[in-house]
Nanobody, 123 residues
Framework: QVQLVESGGGLVQAGGSLRLSCAASGRTFSTYAMGWFRQAQGKEREFVAAIGRGYSTFYADSVKGRFTISRANAKNTVYLQVNSLKPEDTAVYYC?????????????????WGQGTQVTVSS
């Protein structure tokens, strides 16, 4: 069992930055691929970024060049650096862990989910 706790969300003006963190419990963090998803109010949850066990990274087209995913296995933590924020980035951001990373953008591939952290971008 893996428990995930996100933090770092908040209210920021357009063009601003945040660093989201996701702390994982357990001693097997390095064996999981990790992903970030987001859900805006009234919309379906969507893929944002993922990082494999071998540190390969994947991004949704809408965030490429603005968001950076990274992981620190010694700290059992995955990060999402979000820069040049836009009002349309407003959402609850969730991290997720996958034992086997198939299709990175598919929610069904992720085994554990956090509770989410709210990011609100004002114009």
């Amino acid at each position: 069992q893996v428990q995930l706790v996100e933090s770092g969300g908040g209210l920021v003006q357009a063009g601003g930055s945040l660093r989201l963190s996701c702390a994982a419990s357990g001693r097997t963090f390095s064996t999981y691929a990790m992903g970030w998803f987001r859900q805006a109010q009234g919309k379906e949850r969507e893929f944002v970024a993922a990082i494999g066990r071998g540190y390969s990274t994947f991004y949704a087209d809408s965030v490429k060049g603005r968001f950076t995913i990274s992981r620190a296995n010694a700290k059992n933590t995955v990060y999402l650096q979000v820069n040049s924020l836009k009002p349309e980035d407003t959402a609850v951001y969730y991290c997720a862990a996958a034992r086997i990373l198939g299709v990175v953008a598919a929610e069904r591939n992720y085994d554990y989910w956090g509770q989410g952290t709210q990011v609100t971008v004002s114009s």
